[in-house]
Every structure is written in structure tokens, then in C-alpha cells.
């Protein structure tokens, strides 16, 4: 990629490693459960994060539906946070297609619901309530910019859920960011956790593909949640195979991206005019002071058509510009941007 994307980690290309087990893949038909890259990615995966089952699936937004789907009835209300991706980000699918009421909770500047405040959520034993049936927590906190979620703070959710009889859900799109930020085990992450979703795409530069852990029981409900909403697939060995490549050689590198968000974010802080908002994992969040006279919209325009670098405006914030590092972003990369960003601002 010699354009510098940084408008998200979903522009991440495949690898040539990646593209490579494609074109090698062995396939079946994975509605009969015989395509064995798939049967051996999904063993991988629960195995990882410390589940008894997985599921492909294709994307994260399926992940976490399958997941509200086989966990909830139609009428069941989830705890989940208000500018959680599932609750502002996937179109509402739980109420478009599951009839799951979301109740929300504020989503702290760190990424985190507070416990006083999950407590507030769950609706009496009143037959005029809907019955509270989830939590879910999102892992690394997109809205929150990127923040990363502790193993202590999601052990003492676990324990509310578990206190209230309630299911616990994580959207981890990103949990293997989180387990890169904290240094740990993403076991850790998932541990109390009935499921998790991730995705192979984003940071692990997989062209495809979202993983669901959980139990075997509930594996096998989210399956035909997939079914029912056609995300059932067939050969689909050739995209497990680059899923697989992501797992085992991507995750180990997320810390590099890292990295390369906290220099981008020194390098852009020290021009005049920028105001950096946060930094944390691979995202960076700026906005222009007052006194610059180019507009956020003219100066990302500039920077396509100059120097081919893409940003984008963050929808959740007025003002806001959202960069993200990923596989595809190296140093003389992040050089180049704070030049550019620096001549268009001079
Ligand atoms: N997020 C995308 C956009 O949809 C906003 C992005 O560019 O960040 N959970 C989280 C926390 C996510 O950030 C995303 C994607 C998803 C779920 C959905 O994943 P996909 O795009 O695979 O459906």
C-alpha cells in the first residue's frame, strides 16, 4: 500500500503470507462443518481465548448480533453502553431483527460502564419490564479512542453479571489491542465472559472475518443465528486461511502499532495549530486550534490530493479528525505525515 491510509484499520490489505495460505487453502462445505481450515481456525480461536467453542463469522457487526441473537429473546432488554459500537454503530440490529431493547448505559472517558450504573439498569421483576438479560462490554473502546479495558475491570463486571444473573458479552473487535496495551493474556480479557467476538480484519490485517467464542451450547445456537441471517458460507477455507495467518503471526505485532499512534501523536503535537485529544493503542484523535485558517474538510482534501494520505473526520465529535496505525503504517510513514500536516498548516 503506498497510499497512508489512516482513516481506520479496516483498510488493512491482506499480507503476501496471507494471500499466499489463500491460494493453498483446503476446502469443504462449512454448513457441513467440512471445511477443515475453518474447523481448525474456530479450534484455534476458542482455544486463545480460553472458550470451549468458536464460530466464523463474517464480519464483527454478525459476530455480535449472532451473539445477541443466541443469548437474548425477542422483549429481552441488554445493558450496553451509549456510544457502544452495537448500540450506535450496527444499525440497531438487535431491535431490527431480534426484538432486544437496548437500555444504555453512560460509557465512562475510559471506555468503562460503571458499576453504579449497570446496578441502575436492570429492570424489577415487573411484569410491565422488559427482563434484563445482558451486559456487554466493547474492547478496546472505539467512541472512547481506542481505550483498553483492564482483566480487573472486566473480572468485577463478570461478578456483577454473575450477581445478577446476567449473560456478559464483549464486543472485542480489538481485544487483542487491549492484550497488547496491558501486556497480557487475552484469556485474561475473556475470562468471566460468556462470549467474545473478534475481528481478524482491523489490526490483524485479515481481508475478512470475525470470530464469536463462547460455550458449545451457545456456539451452536449462534450458528443458526448465522444461518438465519445468510452469513452461512461454503468454501469458505480460502478466507479462514488468511484468518488463521492473522491469529498466529498478527497479534504479536499490535504493540509496533502502538508505537507508531503515541509518535505520530508527539510528532503532530508539536506543530503549531494542532490540538492532539487522545492517543491510545493505535488510535490518535486531533482537532485544528482556532487560529488555524484551513478547514478540517480542506486540509484532508489536501492531503489526498497532494500527498496521498487519507484521513478521516470522526463522525461521534464535531471537529474531530481520527487517525489509526496499523501494519501498513511504518515510521518514514508517520515522517511523511507530520511533514505534510506541518506544510499544509505553515
Ligand atoms: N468499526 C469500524 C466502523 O464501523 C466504525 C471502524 O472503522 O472502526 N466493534 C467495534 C468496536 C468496531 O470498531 C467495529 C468496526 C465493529 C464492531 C464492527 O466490525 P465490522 O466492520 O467487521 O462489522
Same mark, same amino acid.
Given at each position: 500500500?503506498?497510499?497512508?491510509?489512516?482513516?481506520?484499520?479496516?483498510?488493512?490489505?491482506?499480507?503476501?503470507?496471507?494471500?499466499?495460505?489463500?491460494?493453498?487453502? &483446503?476446502?469443504?462445505?462449512?454448513?457441513?462443518?467440512?471445511?477443515?481450515?475453518?474447523?481448525?481456525?474456530?479450534?484455534?480461536?476458542?482455544?486463545?481465548?480460553?472458550?470451549?467453542?468458536?464460530?466464523?463469522?463474517?464480519?464483527?457487526?454478525?459476530?455480535?448480533?449472532?451473539?445477541?441473537?443466541?443469548?437474548?429473546?425477542?422483549?429481552?432488554?441488554?445493558?450496553?453502553?451509549?456510544?457502544?459500537?452495537?448500540?450506535?454503530?450496527?444499525?440497531?440490529?438487535?431491535?431490527?431483527?431480534?426484538?432486544?431493547?437496548?437500555?444504555?448505559?453512560?460509557?465512562?472517558?475510559?471506555?468503562?460502564?460503571?458499576?453504579?450504573?449497570?446496578?441502575? &439498569?436492570?429492570?424489577?421483576?415487573?411484569?410491565?419490564?422488559?427482563?434484563?438479560?445482558?451486559?456487554?462490554?466493547?474492547?478496546?473502546?472505539?467512541?472512547?479512542?481506542?481505550?483498553?479495558?483492564?482483566?480487573?475491570?472486566?473480572?468485577?463486571?463478570?461478578?456483577?453479571?454473575?450477581?445478577?444473573?446476567?449473560?456478559?458479552?464483549?464486543?472485542?473487535?480489538?481485544?487483542?489491542?487491549?492484550?497488547?496495551?496491558?501486556?497480557?493474556?487475552?484469556?485474561?480479557?475473556?475470562?468471566?465472559?460468556?462470549?467474545?467476538?473478534?475481528?481478524?480484519?482491523?489490526?490483524?490485517?485479515?481481508?475478512?472475518?470475525?470470530?464469536?467464542?463462547?460455550?458449545?451450547?451457545?456456539?451452536?445456537?449462534?450458528?443458526?443465528?448465522?444461518?438465519?441471517?445468510?452469513?452461512?458460507?461454503?468454501?469458505?477455507?480460502?478466507?479462514?486461511?488468511?484468518?488463521?495467518?492473522?491469529?498466529?503471526?498478527?497479534?504479536?505485532?499490535?504493540?509496533?502499532?502502538?508505537?507508531?499512534?503515541?509518535?505520530?501523536?508527539?510528532?503532530?503535537?508539536?506543530?503549531?495549530?494542532?490540538?492532539? +485529544?487522545?492517543?491510545?493503542?493505535?488510535?490518535?484523535?486531533?482537532?485544528?486550534?482556532?487560529?488555524?485558517?484551513?478547514?478540517?474538510?480542506?486540509?484532508?482534501?489536501?492531503?489526498?490530493?497532494?500527498?496521498?494520505?487519507?484521513?478521516?473526520?470522526?463522525?461521534?465529535?464535531?471537529?474531530?479528525?481520527?487517525?489509526?496505525?496499523?501494519?501498513?503504517?511504518?515510521?518514514?510513514?508517520?515522517? +511523511?505525515?507530520?511533514?505534510?500536516?506541518?506544510?499544509?498548516?505553515?
Amino acid at each position: 500500500m503506498k497510499t497512508i491510509d489512516l482513516r481506520s484499520d479496516t483498510v488493512t490489505h491482506p499480507t503476501p503470507a496471507m494471500r499466499e495460505a489463500m491460494a493453498n487453502a &483446503a476446502v469443504g462445505d462449512d454448513v457441513y462443518h467440512d471445511d477443515p481450515t475453518v474447523n481448525q481456525l474456530e479450534a484455534d480461536a476458542a482455544e486463545l481465548l480460553g472458550k470451549e467453542a468458536a464460530v466464523f463469522v463474517a464480519s464483527g457487526t454478525q459476530g455480535n448480533l449472532c451473539a445477541l441473537l443466541a443469548h437474548c429473546n425477542r422483549g429481552d432488554s441488554i445493558i450496553i453502553g451509549d456510544s457502544s459500537h452495537i448500540f450506535s454503530y450496527e444499525q440497531g440490529g438487535m431491535a431490527q431483527l431480534g426484538g432486544i431493547l437496548p437500555h444504555t448505559a453512560p460509557v465512562q472517558p475510559d471506555g468503562s460502564l460503571r458499576i453504579c450504573d449497570l446496578e441502575s &439498569a436492570i429492570n424489577p421483576d415487573d411484569e410491565h419490564k422488559p427482563a434484563t438479560r445482558l451486559v456487554a462490554l466493547e474492547n478496546t473502546h472505539n467512541a472512547a479512542g481506542g481505550m483498553p479495558l483492564s482483566a480487573e475491570y472486566t473480572a468485577e463486571v463478570a461478578e456483577f453479571a454473575r450477581r445478577n444473573r446476567l449473560i456478559f458479552h464483549i464486543d472485542g473487535a480489538r481485544i487483542f489491542n487491549a492484550a497488547a496495551a496491558y501486556g497480557v493474556d487475552v484469556k485474561d480479557l475473556a475470562a468471566g465472559a460468556d462470549s467474545v467476538t473478534f475481528c481478524l480484519s482491523k489490526g490483524l490485517c485479515a481481508p475478512a472475518g470475525s470470530i464469536l467464542v463462547g460455550s458449545q451450547d451457545f456456539i451452536r445456537r449462534a450458528r443458526r443465528a448465522r444461518k438465519v441471517l445468510g452469513g452461512s458460507m461454503r468454501q469458505v477455507g480460502v478466507l479462514a486461511a488468511a484468518g488463521s495467518v492473522a491469529l498466529h503471526t498478527m497479534r504479536d505485532r499490535l504493540g509496533e502499532d502502538h508505537d507508531n499512534a503515541q509518535l505520530l501523536a508527539e510528532g503532530l503535537s508539536e506543530l503549531p495549530g494542532v490540538r492532539i +485529544k487522545s492517543q491510545n493503542t493505535n488510535f490518535v484523535f486531533f482537532s485544528l486550534a482556532d487560529e488555524v485558517d484551513i478547514s478540517l474538510d480542506a486540509l484532508l482534501e489536501a492531503l489526498r490530493r497532494d500527498y496521498d494520505i487519507f484521513m478521516s473526520i470522526y463522525s461521534g465529535e464535531r471537529g474531530l479528525i481520527r487517525l489509526r496505525t496499523h501494519y501498513w503504517i511504518n515510521r518514514q510513514a508517520i515522517d +511523511k505525515v507530520v511533514a505534510a500536516v506541518s506544510s499544509l498548516l505553515s
